[in-house]
């Protein structure tokens, strides 16, 4: 019975984007990010029209929340190639009811995160300088500097998550080419499926290239947040320049990851009718994933206290004193009760299973983790060496107005995925169904 | 015909045209194409259309000078070449400060002090910084006006002469003349002119801030009103009641560069230094002080008898209290020790009771003839001295005021509240004021004249101690203005003159059949030597009464002059508007200081709003917790609350001249404060003033400062050294020189073309300057240690900055210099993130660009003007290094210590500040800090900075 019904899903997954089931919910969801995109294009305008001088930034918290929605974004773009490669390699099959998604996710939330260092540039029309290109003056990126790590890091991060999604989606691709019943529809299909008529050659080739990217992916998933982090360790800013952050930003990104996972897939789940496919089981796992990768980022926070304390330097003291009482003290409570707090919920099974507690439990950790980032920069920023030059910061309209039409980015981009594309890996569900395929 | 032009001459054109014409027929290529028009005119021309196209309109009393670019460069006359002129600006009261103008291209960029002057000796004061913009302030009043429309000259002369020729019907009754304080020969000489000619006439002056008082006392102890001009140079121990020596004001530079020669001399172990000061508000005096004493304002004469009393001088008062009983043993002990080399000052503020005791108190401790020197008063005194302006006010009144010239002085804005002036100015038939404003005054008089800035016109003033300077310009006026004596020659009915001639009439007089040769060398030199006021060996000082001492039972109030604005004569440059005042780091807003216990019991916040009440009259205005202020007084800072639509000045802060009663303009009793509610957020650029963190201001003792250094620790670093080549720069900032006086800040603003982005951007943490003075306060609020810091780059060997930057817009030199590259910036910002002396500075927005031509007119040409989204912050003066880099290569030698100046050390009064090169062990810079005080800034960051401070000197060696 439940396998009849898995098998009806897996067919509707390539019927979604010739026909789709609910093209009014769509449309008004659609409507409502593009609203949220047009904020977007508005607000960078001003900001490129006026200037950066329009956030609320200022020496000597120079970053803001430009910063901390980079690190925020980059972070959730983690789980989706982690739950992909990492678990591909390890041969999780569960992965496949929720992989296609979450690489989806990933890809998105890359390119607003992308977005942001070059927006957020004093000079953004020359953010090519950071890329080394034979000038004609003989000039070259520093490379000393973490924020050319950083351009390396997640441009690599951006192509290589691209490849491995667009290579997982490429028979799916092919199914709905085959099913297109429209002249535009079977063009724009095939053009995108590359001539794929699932021969065993293809399909072994497919197999090795799949394994293959996954294995290049699974190294940047470490890496890039790494050096990420690296952005603040590598500076001497008490409360950044920290050996405990690489691995503390890694596990944030994964925690906040799955847990954007976890929203996502309770959302489409219950949206278009996939209960067959990501089970109770998956949305158990996922939440055994976010509870595990969270109790870790909770070590990193203890690790980060520790340090401090055990350090003995005034100046990380003074740090830790003004996070846990200073003026943006409101940040790290917030983090702290949003991160861990409902967290603990899912020690039980029931709620791991109830689709309604894990969304609610995954949004406390998104905006927990927002609430991290944003403590993070602006802490150390505003008590920073001498207290003549300490500041403060209060993010302007237009910072905000930012981060609203990065949402709507997302958000927008996300929409045209679910609508146009098979939004579940159908044929590695197929494999894992046909009993020959388990021996791949 | 072509009339010779009458413009200053430097040594290379030199002033008779007989040499001129001999030269140019000895070098008739340096001269080709010239023709009749002279090769300094041309300079100007060019500067001219370079800086002002479309401004510049011809002066009408000069047609015969042509301004013209040039076509063809001349020979061996570099346009980017500077040139200096030494000149003076009539500053504060009318006191000379003696400068030395540098022009590109003739406009005027630089203003430095004259080193040859006596009382610059190079220096020169915020004020005197800041006189630059002025020049190009483009809110001056460019034509004149009648009843508010633009006019022309020719209307204004046909009405002068009408006037005169009514006037001299009846000897000149009913004329009379208003001005600021004046010190120039050629005024003088223009009054008594008038006089003679109308004896009827009189001459009336209002000056906010006076020395009115002192001249009474003065007159009261000495039997005449005398200048009392203090040499901290040779005073071991000073004792100072409310006398704010080092702080702002005429005098600042004069004193401030001989206490920093004492001081100085301390230093090497040489006598005794110590300075005690007893004051109801904090001031930069207070700060450097080794003693201080917060005290009542009514309660100084009290302290005052008690120190006369420990040398006989008067009845001991009855009631002190413990800490005033120990200041004044500790005080007394000390100036009886050093007699003959001590010094008590009682503040010009003081009520004239409380200074004859201080003068009787000098005299016997052997002050006067030594550290005090009696001399003339310098300022031109008018007929009715202190009385002058009531005397003016009470004949307005009477109808017995027929005309009323008002030059240089703003009563609208600055009279006396109870003077009832505008009132009365009703009652004058013609009004007419000259300016450079547009100002309160002006909108009420029927006509305005707007004059000539101090650097384009031709006078002549003299400096505190009397030395005159003249005055010449160093451009052509911008617009269409006079100068101020060819006004007080028009209202003669005579036609207009230059005002060249008039000065120079002036000094033909005086110099006789040797004028042409002494008049040269005395424009060459920038000011006439030998004319210091001669010093006057004075009778012994009356022994005065007992000072009255009235004790308060409510709040008392006093009234300072702002700090950067002064009496509101400042409030339309943008410069001193940003300028951090002193002691609180506002800008752009004055504050009503207000004691911690003081606000905590009326729940004042800094920032709030509170009324003040005295004698029938209130004012609102913003409060600002001011430790170390006397607990139960306020004070009120004058010069803002001006209303000068579209001016830079116009609306900010509140008026305290509102409150301010024409018999007690300095202090006010039984005031009533209460709290109104919040303010808008004030404009500070140092949050944060208290200091917690030990190692950033440093003190020793006077032992730990004779010391040798210990060796430093070795320095590790993970990357490699950078290679070194050449000369090493390096600064060396000594923390017990500097008074905080902001000199340095206004002087970077001038010669690195620092942006001036206003108040809210100012509030929001995005001020521009290179330099900044911090100022931190620790201690018991109520008696707290202050200390001064400047902070400039650091220009770390080890910079954070250059790691950060992913384009390599931040580089070291091999010189050490850690350079910015601006073209290359992308503005990530992530220098300013990794500096833990956070002294970069960001372009947010567009700074410049909107900037109108006046203003690009005076940017120096030699610094790259910032565009939007690019990182700045201090060079060290870059391009001066390189300036001398080239001069010493073009000259093969190596360049010499000392040759170098950045402009902070170029103008600071106490030579706080020292550059040079640090490898060379001889330099004076590697001197300074081979010493024990030497320590740098936040050295945990093993950032190891070329920027390094000398420790503060204490008898305790205690904090900051």
């Known amino acids: ?440 | 015909m072509h009339r010779r032009p009458s413009f200053p001459k430097d040594l290379a054109s030199p002033s008779d045209p007989a040499i001129f014409e001999a030269a140019a027929a000895e070098f008739p290529a340096a001269f080709a194409g010239v023709g009749e028009t002279g090769r300094r005119q041309l300079l100007q021309a060019m500067g001219a259309s370079l800086a002002l196209a479309g401004l510049t309109g011809c002066t009408s009393d000069e047609p015969d000078e042509q301004a013209l670019p040039y076509v063809r460069q001349p020979e061996y006359r570099a346009a980017d070449r500077p040139r200096h002129y030494a000149t003076a600006v009539a500053g504060i009261g009318g006191y000379a400060q003696p400068v030395l103008g540098t022009t590109y291209a003739g406009r005027p960029t630089k203003l430095e002090g004259l080193p040859e002057h006596p009382a610059s000796l190079g220096a020169a004061d915020a004020f005197t910084q800041a006189a630059l913009l002025g020049l190009y302030d483009p809110t001056r009043s460019q034509v004149p006006r009648r009843l508010g429309q633009p006019a022309d000259w020719g209307a204004f002369d046909a009405m002068m002469v009408e006037t005169a020729r009514r006037l001299d019907a009846r000897q000149g009754e009913g004329l009379r003349l208003l001005t600021g304080q004046q010190t120039s020969p050629t005024f003088a000489r223009q009054i008594s002119q008038i006089v003679e000619r109308w004896p009827k006439a009189r001459w009336h002056v209002l000056e906010p801030v006076n020395e009115d008082q002192r001249l009474a006392a003065t007159a009261l102890a000495f039997g005449r009103p005398l200048q009392v001009l203090p040499r901290l140079d040779l005073a071991e121990v000073v004792v100072s009641l409310d006398d704010d020596l080092l702080g702002p004001g005429p005098q600042q530079t004069r004193n401030a560069r001989m206490w920093s020669q004492r001081r100085i001399a301390y230093q090497a172990g040489q006598g005794d230094h110590r300075l005690f000061v007893a004051e109801p508000t904090p001031s930069l005096t207070g700060v450097a002080a080794d003693d201080r004493l917060a005290v009542a304002p009514g309660r100084i004469g009290a302290v005052g008898q008690a120190l006369a009393a420990r040398f006989g001088l008067a009845p001991a008062p009855a009631t002190l209290s413990a800490r005033e009983q120990a200041w004044v043993g500790a005080a007394a002990a000390a100036l009886s020790q050093a007699q003959g080399r001590a010094l008590v000052s009682v503040g010009a503020l003081q009520p004239p009771a409380v200074q004859t005791l201080g003068l009787a108190l000098a005299h016997r401790i052997g002050a006067v003839g030594t550290t005090l020197r009696l001399a003339e008063p310098v300022a031109l005194a008018p007929p009715d001295g202190g009385a002058s302006f009531g005397a003016l006010v009470a004949a307005m009144a009477a109808g017995a005021v027929d005309t009323l010239l008002i030059l240089d002085a703003n009563p609208a804005y600055a009279a006396p509240a109870d003077s009832g002036f505008a009132e009365s100015l009703r009652r004058v038939r013609q009004t007419i004021h000259a300016g450079l404003h547009v100002d309160e005054t002006a909108h009420l008089c029927a006509w305005h004249a707007p004059v000539e800035h101090d650097l384009e016109t031709w006078s002549d003033a003299r400096a505190v101690e009397g030395t005159v300077s003249l005055i010449q310009p160093l451009v052509r006026p911008f617009y269409a203005v006079r100068s101020r004596h060819a006004v007080l020659e028009t209202l003669q009915g005579r036609p207009v003159a230059s005002g060249r001639g008039l000065v120079a009439a002036t000094w033909r007089e005086r110099f006789g059949a040797a004028f042409e040769s002494l008049w040269a060398g005395a424009l060459r030199r920038g000011f006439v030597e030998d004319t210091a006021a001669p010093e006057i060996a004075a009778a012994a000082a009356a022994i005065p009464a007992p000072a009255p001492h009235a004790p308060s039972s409510g709040l008392e109030l006093v009234f300072r002059p702002d700090p950067t604005i002064w009496d509101g004569r400042f409030a339309s440059n943008a410069w001193l508007q940003e300028l951090p005042k002193p002691l609180n780091k506002v800008t752009w807003d004055n504050i009503l200081a207000v004691g911690p216990d003081l606000a905590l019991a009326h729940g004042l916040e800094s920032g709030d709003i509170a009324r003040v009440a005295a004698g029938g009259r209130t004012i609102e205005a913003a409060v600002w917790i001011t430790p170390g202020q006397s607990r139960r007084t306020l004070t009120a800072f004058l010069g803002y609350g001006r209303r000068l639509p579209d001016q830079v000045g116009d609306g900010h802060g509140y008026d305290a001249y509102e409150i301010r009663p024409q018999a007690t303009p300095w202090a006010l009793t039984d005031v009533v404060l209460s709290k109104v509610g919040g303010g808008p957020r004030l404009a500070t650029t140092q949050p944060h003033q208290a200091l917690d963190q030990p190692g950033i201001v440093r003190a020793v003792t006077p032992a730990q400062a004779r010391a040798p250094k210990p060796p430093p620790a070795d320095a590790v670093s993970f990357y490699p050294p950078v290679p070194k080549d050449g000369p090493q720069w390096g600064l060396s900032i000594d923390t017990d020189l500097c008074i905080g006086c902001n000199a340095c800040v206004t002087a970077c603003d001038a010669e690195n073309n620092i942006a001036i982005v206003g108040k809210d951007l100012v509030a929001e943490g995005r001020q521009m300057h290179w330099l900044r003075v911090d100022h931190y306060v620790e201690g018991d609020p109520a008696a707290p240690r202050e200390a001064f810091q400047p902070v400039p780059c650091m220009h770390c060997e080890d910079a954070p900055c250059e790691v950060g930057c992913p384009v390599g817009a931040t580089v070291h030199g091999p010189d050490g210099l850690n350079l910015q590259v601006y073209n290359r910036c992308i503005g990530t910002r992530t220098c300013s993130s990794y500096c833990p002396y956070k002294v970069r500075r960001f372009n947010w927005f567009d700074y410049t660009g909107s900037d109108p031509p006046e203003r690009r007119a005076q940017r120096n040409p030699n610094v790259t003007v910032r565009t939007r989204g690019v990182m700045e912050k201090c060079t060290y003066c870059i391009q001066r290094i390189s300036d001398a880099r080239i001069q010493a290569k073009l000259e093969n030698r190596a360049i010499a210590d000392g040759e170098i100046r950045t402009a902070c050390q170029q103008t600071c009064p106490t030579q706080a500040i020292v550059f040079g090169d640090v490898s060379d062990p001889s330099s004076a810079v590697s001197r300074r800090k081979a010493q024990a005080r030497d320590y740098s800034l936040l050295p945990e960051e093993n950032t190891r900075p070329r920027t390094t401070y000398l420790a503060r000197i204490r008898t305790n060696g205690e904090g900051g």
């Open chain 1, 1 to 440: 019975m439940a396998r009849r019904e898995k098998g009806r899903e897996i067919e509707k997954i390539t019927e979604i984007p010739l026909a789709y089931p609910r093209p009014r919910t769509w449309a008004a969801m659609f409507a409502v990010s593009a609203v949220l995109l047009g904020l977007y294009l508005v607000s960078v305008g001003v900001l490129f029209w006026r200037g950066v001088g329009v956030w609320g930034e200022d020496i000597p918290v120079n970053w803001g929340i430009a910063i901390s929605n980079y690190i925020w974004w980059l972070g959730i773009g983690h789980a989706g190639t982690l739950i992909s490669a990492m678990l591909l390699l390890l041969g999780q099959d569960w992965r496949n009811s929720l992989n296609r998604f979450a690489e989806a996710m990933t890809l998105f939330a890359v390119v607003c995160a992308g977005l942001y260092p070059i927006v957020h540039l004093g000079r953004p029309w020359f953010v090519y300088w950071m890329a080394p290109y034979p000038s004609t003056m003989g000039v070259w990126p520093q490379f000393r500097s973490p924020l050319t790590w950083d351009f390396f890091a997640v441009l690599t991060y951006l192509i290589v998550s691209a490849l491995f999604w667009y290579i997982g989606i490429l028979p799916d691709l092919a199914s709905v080419r085959d099913r297109a019943k429209t002249r535009r529809a079977q063009v724009f299909y095939g053009l995108f499926a590359l001539g794929w008529r699932g021969a065993a050659t293809h399909w072994a080739r497919w197999r090795r290239a799949y394994r293959l990217t996954a294995a290049i992916a699974v190294p940047l998933v470490v890496s890039v947040h790494s050096e990420i982090s690296l952005l603040l360790a590598a500076g001497p800013i008490p409360g950044w320049s920290s050996t405990v952050f690489p691995p503390y930003f890694v596990l944030g990104a994964a925690f906040s990851g799955f847990a954007v996972v976890s929203m996502i897939a309770v959302a489409l789940r219950h949206w278009l009718g996939f209960e067959a496919v990501v089970t109770e089981r998956h949305l158990d796992l996922l939440a055994k994933m976010t509870l595990a990768t969270g109790l870790m980022t909770a070590y990193g926070y203890f690790a980060e206290v520790f340090n401090a304390l055990y350090s003995g330097e005034p100046a990380e003291l003074a740090i830790l004193h003004n996070r846990l009482t200073g003026p943006i003290a409101w940040s790290y409570w917030g983090a702290l009760l949003g991160n861990f707090a409902p967290l603990q919920l899912l020690w039980l099974g029931r709620f791991r299973r109830n689709p309604y507690v894990l969304f609610a439990v995954s949004a406390c950790v998104a905006s927990g983790m927002w609430f991290e980032r944003y403590m993070l920069v602006v802490s150390s920023l505003s008590r920073h060496g001498l207290p003549s030059s300490w500041g403060s910061y209060s993010p302007s309209f237009w910072e905000w107005s930012l981060y609203a039409g990065s949402l709507g980015l997302f958000l927008t981009l996300f929409m045209l995925f679910v609508r146009f594309l098979p939004i579940i890996s159908a044929s590695e569900l197929k494999g894992e169904a046909s009993p020959e395929a388990a021996h791949a």
